[in-house]
């Protein structure tokens, strides 16, 4: 069973930076795609970010194109979503998660497997 576990979050200032991970394992890394989602209270779970399983392709949400970037090392079977230039609108539980290679980047629907969460909190 695939498990993934998040880790990295914490409290910042604004204009400050993080470094979210996402251990997975129980199964084979490189048959998916990773995104890292973000929820914020009173909010639906929204896209923030995905790599294809190569990292030969990714893709961010407007709202963080410039300020985030994700990576994956395949031989550590880890991703990573670093976090720059933070906002307190960025505070939210910042979830990763897994889709099957080929499915559509920014659709909740399509991860089959999500952490349990990691909070990220931008003071002002």
């Known amino acids: 069973q695939v498990q993934l576990v998040e880790s990295g979050g914490g409290l910042v200032q604004a204009g400050g930076s993080l470094r979210l991970s996402c251990a997975f394992s129980?199964?084979?890394?490189?048959?998916?795609?990773m995104g890292w989602f973000r929820q914020s209270l009173g909010k639906e779970r929204e896209f923030v970010a995905a790599i294809t399983w190569s990292g030969g392709s990714v893709y961010y949400a407007d709202s963080v194109k410039g300020r985030f970037t994700i990576s994956r090392d395949n031989a550590k079977n880890t991703v990573y979503l670093q976090m720059n230039s933070l906002k307190p609108e960025d505070t939210a539980v910042y979830y990763c998660a897994a889709a099957p290679n080929g499915k559509w980047y920014s659709s909740r629907d399509a991860y089959v497997y999500w952490g349990q969460g990691t909070q990220v909190t931008v003071s002002s």
């Open positions: 129980g199964g084979t890394f490189s048959r998916y795609m």
